[in-house]
């Protein structure tokens, strides 16, 4: 059974203007999401910037959600890294806070071999009891997880259970899925391809526009799942400029800014990323007045 199904946010992490984690914000955002039906919070991923937080930090903001939420959706832990030892430390005190899952990018600048790939992810998945997904990214880890390295470690690691797929590579997915016979929860990792990755067998979506519009972003994947595939396709097709716009630069720069346009003052992000360009924020404005939600 798969950890969730539907819209799982890339949940943004807001900080105060002293640079720390706005923690009091953070519970607000956990609120709006839960309200707007979004089907799982994911915490501390790329848009969570946990590339910038501190250890200390990170883990506890993953405490901090998980007792937000309360078990009323799952929660699922970024906890990867390129170095194995942490991606294990990092899971298994998410598994002690409460998370449902983990989330766990391949291991960036190493460029890991296929086997180094699979005993990296056996060795963290082997150190906890809870369900993990692997984040196939490599424009962001300069590598690629095979169709075949992952459907292998599905069958055999038991609770490597799925995959975030944010490769793009529509092929190769559906290799994946046919490889697997089904037998891998594959997400969606870019909220462009929602309806298409669906209609290969995804089970939903891990989303970055969900953080501005959780309701929409929602009904996307449950009319698809309804058998309402053209107000899924419309969803889809209206969000595609505010989409673009959202990353017009990298993420999560134009989604923070798009949040404080929509007075929920997440703050800015941490460098080395910096506030987004006014000509972009002219474009960002205008997508998200168009779609509805400025």
């Given at each position: 059974?798969?950890?969730?199904?539907?819209?799982?946010?890339?949940?943004?992490?807001?900080?105060?203007?002293?640079?720390?984690?706005?923690?009091?914000?953070?519970?607000?955002?956990?609120?709006?999401q839960i309200a707007g039906g979004t089907d799982c919070i994911v915490a501390m991923g790329t848009t969570g910037e946990?590339?910038?937080?501190?250890?200390?930090?990170?883990?506890?903001a993953i405490r901090f959600i998980c007792q937000a939420v309360k078990?009323?959706?799952?929660?699922?832990?970024?906890?990867?890294?390129n170095c194995t030892r942490t991606a294990v430390e990092l899971s298994v005190e998410a598994q002690e806070a409460g998370a449902d899952g983990v989330l766990l990018v391949s291991p960036y600048y190493n460029k890991a071999t296929q086997k180094g790939l699979k005993a990296h992810f056996t060795a963290v998945a082997e150190a906890i009891k809870i369900p993990a997904i692997l984040y196939n990214i490599p424009s962001r880890t300069g590598v690629n997880i095979a169709p075949e390295t992952i459907a292998e470690l599905c069958r055999d690691v038991k609770n490597i259970v799925g995959v975030k797929e944010a490769s793009g590579d529509f092929g190769a997915i559906a290799t994946l899925?046919?490889?697997?016979?089904g037998n891998v929860d594959v997400y969606s990792g870019n909220d462009d391809q929602v309806v298409p990755m669906l209609a290969?067998?995804?089970?939903?979506?891990?989303?970055?526009?969900?953080?501005v519009a959780p309701r929409e972003t929602h009904d996307m994947c449950a009319e698809f799942f309804k058998g309402n595939v053209e107000a899924s396709?419309?969803?889809?097709?209206?969000?595609?400029?505010?989409?673009k716009a959202l990353f017009c630069e990298v993420n999560p720069i134009p989604v923070k800014a798009a949040m404080n346009l929509m007075g929920k003052d997440v703050g800015e992000p941490r460098l080395p990323l910096t506030v987004m360009e006014p000509a972009h924020q002219e474009i960002l404005k205008k997508a998200m007045k168009d779609f509805g939600i400025l």
């Open positions: 059974m798969a950890i969730f199904e539907g819209a799982g946010v890339a949940l943004v992490t807001p900080f105060a203007k002293t640079g720390e984690i706005n923690y009091e914000k953070l519970e607000e955002l956990v609120e709006e946990s590339a910038t937080t501190t250890e200390e930090e990170h883990l506890q078990g009323r959706v799952p929660v699922i832990a970024g906890t990867g890294s899925l046919n490889l697997s016979d290969l067998g995804a089970k939903g979506v891990i989303s970055v526009l969900s953080n396709r419309a969803i889809q097709l209206k969000a595609m400029p505010l989409i």
